[in-house]
C-alpha cells in the first residue's frame, strides 16, 4: 500500500519560499519518505519561524520551529 500525504510549510514575513509551499509524497507502508523546501532570508533580521503541515485524508500533523535571522557576518565598527 502506498500513502500521499500533502505536506505544506508557512513562514514568517521576513522568509521567502523559493519554490513550491506544497508537495505531495509518496510513502510505501512502514517507510520513510522525505520533503525538500528551499527557504532565503530577506534583509528583516530577528526572529522567524517555519510551520510544517502534513494532511492525509482526515488525519493531520503539524511542527513548527522557530530560528533566529542574522546577518551573515559580523557587525564591526572601525575607529581611528
Do not use: W, Y
Amino acid at each position: 500500500a502506498t500513502f500521499a500525504p500533502q505536506l505544506s510549510l508557512t513562514v514568517t514575513p521576513n522568509l521567502k519560499i523559493n519554490g513550491p509551499a506544497k508537495q505531495d509524497l509518496k510513502i510505501g507502508k512502514m517507510r520513510e519518505g522525505k520533503a525538500v523546501f528551499r527557504v532565503r532570508a530577506k534583509p528583516e533580521l530577528g526572529s522567524a519561524s517555519l510551520r510544517f503541515e502534513a494532511h492525509l485524508g482526515d488525519k493531520h500533523g503539524r511542527l513548527t520551529t522557530d530560528l533566529s535571522v542574522r546577518p551573515a557576518s559580523p557587525f564591526v565598527t572601525r575607529s581611528g
